[in-house]
Structure formats: structure tokens, C-alpha cells
Nanobody, 125 residues
Framework: QVQLVESGGGLVQAGGSLRLSCAAS????????MAWFRQAQGKAREFVAA????????RYVDALKGRFSISRDNAKNTVYLQMNSLKPEDTAVYYC??????????????????WGQGTQVIVSS
């Protein structure tokens, strides 16, 4: 079973950048689809980006296209979320998710059955 540990969150000023990392344990990481979700205080968890095992054709929520970028390094068992031009509304806990049931980078919560503990991102205005 893959376990996920996120890192890279923190406090950043609006307009700044952060790169989140999600380190996965387990030898089968390369066959899992991976995703990032986020949850702002008082709101539902929402999809941010997803990536297939090969890294081809990642998927993004439309509102974040162009500012966020997901990538993975299967040799390092790590998936990344590069976040640029951050806005106060990007403030949330960011969660890494994984699923072994296929490679298609779906965007639904139910499409992922392994979750990390989350990393807090705070964007100040």
C-alpha cells in the first residue's frame, strides 16, 4: 500500500510561488494515478490537478490552468505541484491523493483511495 507525505506548504505573499511535494512510499507508485486537491476553511475539498502514471496529458481545474502545474518523478516516487502567481483565495490545505485502479487522471474525490495528511498554504494579501 502506498503512503503519501506532503511538504512544501507555508506562508507566501500574493504573487509569489510555492512548490508542493508529495513523497510516496511503496514500489508500485509509478503505476498509480496521482492528484492534488485542496480544502479551504469551511469549504468542501476540491480538485486541483491530476496526472497519469506516464505524466502525459495532466488535468487541471479550469480556474487554475496556467498558474498551477503538476508533474511527477517516478524514479523519486514524488509528485509535485508548482503554484505560481498565488492569490489569497488559494489559501487552503493541499492534499495529495493516489489510486491504483487505473491511469486516467480523474478529478473526482471518489477516484482516489489513498490520501496524505495535507500541507497548509497561506497566501497573504
Amino acid at each position: 500500500q502506498v503512503q503519501l507525505v506532503e511538504s512544501g506548504g507555508g506562508l507566501v505573499q500574493a504573487g509569489g510561488s510555492l512548490r508542493l511535494s508529495c513523497a510516496a512510499s511503496g514500489r508500485t507508485f509509478s503505476s498509480y494515478r496521482m492528484a492534488w486537491f485542496r480544502q479551504a476553511q469551511g469549504k468542501a475539498r476540491e480538485f486541483v490537478a491530476a496526472i497519469s502514471w506516464s505524466g502525459v496529458s495532466p488535468r487541471y481545474v479550469d480556474a487554475l490552468k496556467g498558474r498551477f502545474s503538476i508533474s511527477r518523478d517516478n524514479a523519486k516516487n514524488t509528485v509535485y505541484l508548482q503554484m505560481n502567481s498565488l492569490k489569497p483565495e488559494d489559501t487552503a490545505v493541499y492534499y495529495c491523493a493516489a489510486d491504483p485502479r487505473g491511469s486516467t487522471p480523474y478529478s473526482g474525490l471518489d477516484d482516489y483511495n489513498i490520501w496524505g495528511q495535507g500541507t497548509q498554504v497561506i497566501v497573504s494579501s
